[in-house]
């Protein structure tokens, strides 16, 4: 019910509003109890038949009849802007319901169809505040977060959009929207971030190693090459340089060159565990001294227990030396960290096989068949995806 009403008035509308994607979806929730005065209760009666019948127009002009003759009641404002916003007549949503809000300016379903009505003129600093407003009066309305985060980020307000966005993702973890959008503010954080240091000093090691950062995960990896190679020459016994040196010569299966930078690395760290983890993943990739891989990942596992793929490299190691049954078990701690990892599947089926349990290996290899055809469905879509995008283009 809608307490902003004047006395003589009961409330007549509630208003909720959904915004999905780029446009808003808008729906009236008319309340059973109707005005008292006879004139306006039958403008409504005849605004809500109008309605009903798609006859917006008529509806738009018992609503304006409304207003005239009861200019205090905050709703008829309401369901005024709402029809002109679904005729996309935003301008004139925003001045009726601008209207409205100086009869109740805390009247919550205003705010926010008026946020959204800004939003959709482009006019993302007016939008702001009322979306804020909308958003304080019902915390956990989501789609008013993410239209507010979509806002702030056209103010190039990132900071204020990775809140805004960090709190929505916790509630929609599924969301895949809200990680789509939480990434590029990120990228826009950082970039601005190396803006700063490079008017600072272009030519320092953390200038490189963040350049290096941002093509590493734009998958350039012969960019990522050259500015680690800059940071590395500039500190080369800084902890972590050698290391992102050697993860890109990793990426691009540089074996030996990854080995040598992570040698380096553990030289100027040698507490660095993930460093001790990867040299024995190499080894095992290289299909070469099995028992130093095992030991590499020994040392790195005693520092650094939560390293799943670590687990699973060891897990392959004592398979290779036909220690099944201490391959079976850290294969298992491997499974349970990161369930839908193919690889880890698929040798603890190996596992099971060389152990003679025949059921257990048939349900592993279920499992590995049914991760690697989701997989694969997932990349054949987005290929076929990308392969319309082109068409439409041409």
Known sequence: MLSSAPARFLPTIRIVCVFCGAIGLCGILFAQSQPTGPRAQQLYSQAKASEAAGDTAAAIAYYEQIIKIAPRLAPAYNNLGLLYFRQARYEQAVAVLEQGLKVAPKLSSAHAL???????LNRYEDARPHLEAALRANPADENAALLLGKDLMNLNDFSAAADVLQELAKRQPANQEVWYLLGKVYMKLSEHALTKMNALDPDSVLVHEMSGEIMEGMKNYDGALVEYKKAVEIAPTRPGTHYMLGNVYYQLSAWDAAIEQFEAELRNDPSNCKAEAVIGNILLEQRRETDQALADLDKALASCPNLSQAHTDRGRALLKLSRNDEAVKELQIAEQDTPDDTATHFYLAQAYRA???????????????KLEEARHAATAKRAQEVIKEKEDLH
């Not at 008026?114 to 959709?120: D, E, H, N, P």
């Not at 025949?358 to 068949?369: C, D, G, I």
């Open 114 to 120: 008026l946020g959204i009505a800004y939003f959709q």
């Open 355 to 369: 152990m003679g349990q025949a059921e257990q290996a048939k349900s592993e290899m279920q499992l590995f068949s």
